[in-house]
């Protein structure tokens, strides 16, 4: 469940009057922006982010006309998830009427080659699973570069690549832990060697078990073999009595 902060976090501003609510038949899915600044000065903390949110708005209504900050939701890298227009209001992001007609734009809160973290990820997730909720038919999941009329490099390449491999997609799990290959090898390693050292070292373990067995084993077949080789374990079968001489009684 995704806790979204609410417009008081950030402190905006009010919205003018705006383009209205989305229509639920009329929608296909979301698309992913970033703010694409050019900086790659890193926004994270909780501060920096409602402040970035901020300035974001004052350009959009003060110098681009328009009625609010332009996206629906806002994800950080920590994974907080921030109430913009909110879903049920058209963004003014995507890039015509038509397209903000028919998607929704979460916004990733990310500087030039930025990737996004696994707790982004998560939550866009959760987000997304939340936009289907209210628009069954809005599936897709596009690149604000797939759907622009005007050509644009938005959302960089680190967030198209996550979109192309389904790291937004409800559902998929591969990135949600923040470990790279090769720490989720040595860990593999480490919980294998523990379990070893259950399994033989224990004096409760399987291990130890099997090995008193085996021990039990070994020894009775090496004891079966050395009376073998000696013949100290069969059984002592008195002589055939030899037949009378002719005249002895018996």
Request: aromatic share 6%.
């Amino acid at each position: 469940m995704v806790n979204y902060l609410p417009r008081s976090a950030w402190n905006a501003r009010p919205p003018n009057a705006g383009p209205g609510n989305l229509i639920v038949s009329h929608v296909q899915g979301a698309v992913i922006h970033w703010p694409g600044t050019g900086s790659t000065k890193v926004i994270h903390t909780q501060a920096a982010v409602a402040s970035a949110l901020r300035g974001w708005q004052d350009y959009h209504m003060d110098t681009r006309g328009w009625s609010d900050i332009a996206y629906q939701i806002a994800v950080d890298q920590a994974g907080r998830a921030w109430t913009l227009r909110g879903m049920r209001t058209k963004s003014g992001a995507n890039g015509d009427a038509d397209v903000n007609d028919r998607y929704g734009a979460i916004l990733l809160v990310l500087v030039t080659g930025e990737q996004p973290s696994a707790a982004m990820k998560a939550t866009t997730r959760a987000v997304i699973a939340d936009f289907r909720k209210l628009y069954p038919r809005g599936t897709a999941i596009r690149p604000h570069s797939a759907v622009r009329p005007e050509p644009t490099d938005c959302p960089g390449d680190p967030a198209r690549a996550a979109i192309a491999r389904g790291d937004f997609t409800p559902g998929h799990v591969e990135d949600d832990l923040p470990y790279t290959q090769a720490q989720l090898r040595a860990m593999m390693q480490a919980e294998i060697e523990e379990y070893m050292k259950r399994f033989w070292a224990a004096p409760t373990g399987t291990g130890t078990a099997l090995r008193k067995q085996l021990n039990r084993i070994e020894a009775a077949v090496t004891h079966a073999a050395v009376a073998e080789n000696t013949g100290l374990d069969q059984p002592l079968v008195p002589p055939d009595p030899e037949p009378p001489a002719d005249g002895q009684q018996q």
